[in-house]
């Protein structure tokens, strides 16, 4: 079944190559077509273009069916090109002619975009709660081991003393921001296009403002043509946040992988979390963060091929937009994955609690010997020499910071990470 089938036979290869998986991703925005149809059905009574019967019978019947789908599941019959298809068959045969009076005043354009905004708005919540319980996950494993000192470097040179909580926090504090990109692109997904057909709207007298508020979006696209345009547009949006929430999780990955290696060892891993090597037994490799660092290097780069796809494309449908609805459907499924992986390895990240006692990071501590000749009135500048001086005779660089609480240190320093804030953040964005 094809809604727009005209009885005219169709080439094959053709229908293959432009159907694509359609019919496989249609299968997550089932529940949102029918969500949408069951808006669209009740308006069609109110406003008198169907009998208030038959918009009933409608309601009914879809309401049925989207439980039906909730508990067990829908499936794409074969000959059957859509999820819109699919949905209008089962209508048909069970109310006959009042099941093909669904698409009164509506076309597959409108049809999809409402599918794909309802599924976004919801799924990029569930991503936005998930990046939330990872933020608290950092900041709970920062409170554990807060007294924790850790090097910091810059230029990958030794620069000063920095902590677990601030490592961690820092990667917390970055979550909270990326919710805040989230909540753009939630925006972007939270306005109606239905109503709008074909993308030039229609003379029926559709209230759209009734299925706006039936569909409980923010707000209604005015126009038809944007509310076309809307299409890739809202993929983007999405992808570009996804990707932000990608980069932070790549970025964290990678401080893992390098901070568990010899080299380095800050930090160690359960052998749980490990895999080794066919030729060399002593081999414990990161392989968890390594590919949770690939998985979401590649989620970057769906912005980018959304935008490609989109590029220099007029006003109005095309069938391009076909591949901009798979590509974030799976790059949803993508990310929600690599969040749940970040939540469960967390907390079996283990900071070691001696690495400063390595006489390579004594020069961690210049700044705070210049930090302590300024508390006692010298100029800072003069302060800096002094101690360049110190640094350049090889004279210790130790003082009596310890990492533990400091209530004059700034806010953000190693004696005062501010992970109360850190929490009181992620309240306000819950």
């Known amino acids: 079944m094809k809604l727009w089938d005209?009885?005219?036979p169709i080439d094959a290869i053709m229908e293959s190559f432009t159907v694509g998986d359609d019919r496989t991703v249609d299968v997550r925005l089932a529940r949102w077509d029918v969500v949408g149809s069951i808006a669209h059905a009740e308006m069609l009574g109110a406003v008198g273009l169907i009998p208030h019967e038959e918009s009933q019978q409608l309601v009914t019947a879809l309401s049925e069916l989207l439980a039906t789908i909730d508990t067990e599941g829908i499936v794409i019959e074969d000959g059957v090109?859509?999820?819109?298809?699919?949905?209008?068959m089962i209508l048909t045969e069970k109310l006959g002619d009042v099941g093909k009076k669904v698409h009164t005043g509506r076309s597959r354009n409108d049809q999809v975009l409402v599918d794909l905004k309802l599924f976004?708005?919801?799924?990029?919540?569930?991503?936005?709660?998930?990046?939330?319980?990872?933020?608290?996950?950092?900041?709970?494993?920062?409170e554990r081991h807060a007294t924790v000192l850790l090097p910091g470097y810059t230029h990958y040179q030794v620069a000063m003393p920095s902590s677990v909580a601030l490592w961690l926090g820092g990667y917390a504090e970055a979550l909270i921001e990326d919710m805040r990109v989230l909540d753009m692109a939630i925006d972007a997904a939270n306005a109606n296009p239905l109503g709008s057909a074909a993308g030039y709207g229609t003379r029926l007298p559709l209230d759209r403002i009734r299925t706006t508020e039936a569909l409980n979006f923010d707000r209604v696209h005015v126009t038809?043509?944007?509310?076309?345009?809307?299409?890739?547009?809202?993929?983007?949006?999405?992808?570009?946040?996804?990707?932000?929430?990608?980069?932070?999780?790549?970025?964290?990955?990678?401080?893992?992988?390098?901070?568990?290696?010899?080299n380095f060892a800050f930090v160690s891993l359960p052998d749980s979390l490990t895999t080794g090597s066919s030729i060399m037994p002593h081999k414990k490799n990161p392989d968890v963060f390594e590919v949770l660092r690939a998985r979401c290097n590649r989620l970057q780069s769906v912005a980018q091929e959304i935008t490609l796809i989109c590029t220099n494309l007029p006003s109005g449908y095309h069938r391009d937009m076909q591949f901009t609805k798979d590509r974030i459907v799976h790059t949803i499924d993508e990310i929600g994955l690599c969040l749940r992986v970040a939540q469960h390895v967390t907390p079996m990240i283990m900071p070691r609690i001696d690495i400063l006692d390595n006489e390579m990071y004594d020069a961690l501590f210049s700044v705070d010997r210049v930090d302590d000749l300024v508390r006692q009135g010298m100029p800072f500048r003069e302060a800096y020499k002094e101690v360049a001086q110190q640094?350049?005779?090889?004279?210790?660089?130790?003082?009596?910071?310890d990492g533990g609480a400091?209530?004059?240190?700034?806010?953000?320093?190693?004696?005062?990470?501010?992970?109360?804030?850190?929490?009181?953040?992620?309240?306000?964005?819950s």
């Open 224 to 262: 038809s043509t944007f509310a076309q345009m809307s299409r890739g547009r809202t993929e983007k949006l999405a992808a570009l946040a996804i990707g932000q929430v990608a980069s932070t999780l790549a970025r964290f990955a990678s401080d893992v992988v390098h901070y568990v290696s010899q």
């Open 81 to 88: 090109e859509d999820i819109h298809s699919q949905v209008e």
């Open 406 to 429: 400091d209530a004059t240190a700034a806010l953000g320093s190693v004696g005062n990470p501010g992970l109360d804030e850190l929490r009181r953040r992620l309240g306000v964005h």
């Open 391 to 401: 640094v350049a005779e090889g004279k210790p660089m130790r003082s009596s910071h």
């Open 6 to 8: 005209k009885g005219t």
């Open 120 to 142: 976004l708005r919801h799924e990029l919540r569930a991503i936005k709660g998930a990046v939330r319980e990872l933020a608290s996950l950092l900041i709970d494993h920062a």
